[in-house]
């Protein structure tokens, strides 16, 4: 394990790094070793059928291993940001595509004042090894549509790859992990691949500093990606519009502060907290 040790740093913050897996044991194997030492790592496994969690506990015996209330992805990042104790969250996939290397290029975005550092694949300096055309075209009309209704100047809308302080957590409101999965098998709002999309349409709303930090994307080691490009892709279309409702049903509260580097503007009138709106009657599985 690489002693890349951030106490020793003048501003020393807590690093809480989530990972969200399932069926991911051949490339916990490769990723967990090129972790930083950092103040804690949490593992969500999601129902994995092969021998994730043994494996994850193998390589790195301090990590913390917790079992997600639902299922999807969006929903295993909500019980892991929920058991964070850490000063910054660093959203981090397991299958090899997160480049650990990174993580102090978005502790440096967060130190010198964002709440968010938002990884992207578009931005000068960003790549990726693993989108296909199909996805890059999907995820460039998305972020466009989000840059024309929430006002940002986002360049990657649906990447997994972001940090930020964990103080902005309740603002997020996400999902509450406790709620029972519904009988039917439908996924509850929030809890698939439109994650990414409502925590950037949120971070936007209320107003937080959002800087986007330059990623490279490399390819996934092992195993296939569990996203559907076309069902997911119009959740996060729903997300976008009922983000943007949401926005504009929200009342003012304090506003944080801005910095002319941000790519979200944040509101001058920014949000206070609203119940979730959205009930969709047909959602993918
Ligand atoms: N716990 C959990 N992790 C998931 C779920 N779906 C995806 N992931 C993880 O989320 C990360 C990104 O998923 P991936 O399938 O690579 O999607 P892509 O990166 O959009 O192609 C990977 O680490 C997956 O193992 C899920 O339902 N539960
Ligand atoms: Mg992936």
């Excluded at 394990?1 to 490769?30: F, H, Q």
């Excluded at 009138?269 to 959205?278: E, G, K, N, T």
Aim: net charge neutral; glycine share 8%.
């Amino acid at each position: 394990m690489r002693a890349v040790n951030y106490r020793s740093e003048k501003l020393s913050p807590r690093i809480s790094i989530v990972i969200p897996a399932r069926n991911e044991a051949r490339n916990l194997e490769v990723i967990l070793p090129e972790l930083p030492l950092v103040h804690q790592v949490i593992l969500v496994d999601g129902d994995s059928v092969d021998d994730t969690i043994a494996t994850a506990l193998r390589v790195m015996p301090r990590i913390e291993v917790i079992r997600q209330t639902r299922k999807g992805k969006g929903n295993a990042l909500a019980c892991g940001f929920a058991a964070v104790t850490g000063d910054i969250v660093v959203m981090f996939d397991a299958d090899g595509s997160a480049d650990p290397a990174e993580i102090p290029r978005f502790v440096e975005a967060l130190v010198n004042g964002a709440d968010v550092a938002k990884g992207s694949r578009f931005c000068e300096g960003g790549g990726s090894e693993d989108i296909t055309r199909f996805r890059r075209l999907g995820n460039y009309g998305l972020n466009l549509t989000t840059n024309v209704l929430l006002g940002t100047r986002y360049t990657d809308l649906c990447y997994g790859y972001n940090a930020f302080w964990s103080y902005i957590l309740p603002r997020l409101e996400l999902p509450d992990i406790t709620l029972a999965r519904h009988a039917d098998g439908r996924m509850h709002w929030g809890d698939g691949f439109e994650i990414e999309t409502v925590l950037n349409c949120r971070f936007a709303a209320a107003g937080m500093n959002v800087i986007e930090v330059p990623s490279v994307e490399r390819l996934r080691i092992h195993g296939e990606s569990n996203l559907r490009a076309v069902s997911d892709g119009f959740r996060v279309l729903k997300t976008i519009l009922a983000e943007r409702k949401r926005s504009l049903r929200a009342l003012p509260a304090a506003p944080m502060p801005a910095r002319s580097s941000a790519v979200s503007s944040p509101r001058t009138q920014p949000v206070m907290a609203i119940d979730y709106p959205i009930q969709p009657k047909e959602e993918s599985a």
